[in-house]
T-cell receptor, first 113, second 112 residues
Framework: SQQGEEDPQALSIQEGENATMNCSYK?????LQWYRQNSGRGLVHLIL?????REKHSGRLRVTLDTSKKSSSLLITASRAADTASYFC?????????????FGKGTLLTVNP | DGGITQSPKYLFRKEGQNVTLSCEQN?????MYWYRQDPGQGLRLIYY???????QKGDIAEGYSVSREKKESFPLTVTSAQKNPTAFYLC???????????FGPGTRLTVL
């Protein structure tokens, strides 16, 4: 079964608006990552948040992690048309290996100009 | 340029044929991975390798095979035993003791 599940599956907003995507997971983790995928391309790592961190920023990205609720959110502020992509959360393998990740099904974000 | 390359970008195969997808990295990463992605879906792990000459099955290894003879290379063979091979295939690598994965541009395989 999927370790991480993103919500919503699809999100359509206007340029300049903020976009929020959520990820829920099932087992304890030591970190959670967010990746971005443009259509037909490979994934690009955006940000990693550790289990002892509540919030992390990178440019227009803000990630939160609530380990008590087993959930994370990715906020993109002042969105641009170029932010149109699929966004995936990823968690380390629940078996403890640091070398495997489990990806959710992703949120497809469309930013309309 | 450092990075991960995959070739070819598009691949067409007739039913019953084996086909090999290339993945090369010059990042000096120890671990390499192969994922399959179907439309609107997340990534599913096919095989991974943490060191040269060693690899492990992922969640959907049936019908696939790999080799890891060199640190830089991790080719994936899609065999005729894979019943539904049409998909987008992604290769990734990671340094030892980190979780962040670096992805190649992908190969789109279509079975005719």
């Amino acid at each position: 079964s999927q370790q991480g599940e993103e919500d919503p599956q699809a999100l359509s907003i206007q340029e300049g608006e903020n976009a929020t995507m959520n990820c829920s997971y099932k087992t304890s983790i030591n970190n959670l990552q967010w990746y971005r995928q443009n259509s037909g391309r490979g994934l690009v790592h955006l940000i990693l948040i550790r289990s002892n961190e509540r919030e992390k920023h990178s440019g227009r990205l803000r990630v939160t992690l609530d380990t008590s609720k087993k959930s994370s959110s990715l906020l993109i502020t002042a969105s641009r048309a170029a932010d149109t992509a699929s966004y995936f959360c990823a968690t380390p393998n629940s078996g403890g290996s640091n070398y495997k990740l489990t990806f959710g099904k992703g949120t497809l974000l469309t930013v309309n100009p | 340029d450092g990075g991960i390359t995959q070739s070819p970008k598009y691949l067409f195969r007739k039913e019953g044929q084996n086909v090999t997808l290339s993945c090369e990295q010059n990042l000096n990463h120890d671990a390499m991975y192969w994922y399959r992605q179907d439309p609107g879906q997340g990534l599913r792990l096919i095989y991974y390798s943490q060191i040269v000459n060693d690899f492990q099955k992922g969640d959907i290894a049936e019908g696939y095979s790999v080799s890891r003879e060199k640190k830089e290379s991790f080719p994936l063979t899609v065999t005729s035993a894979q019943k539904n091979p049409t998909a987008f295939y992604l290769c990734a690598s990671t340094p030892t003791s980190t979780d962040t994965q670096y992805f190649g541009p992908g190969t789109r395989l279509t079975v005719l």
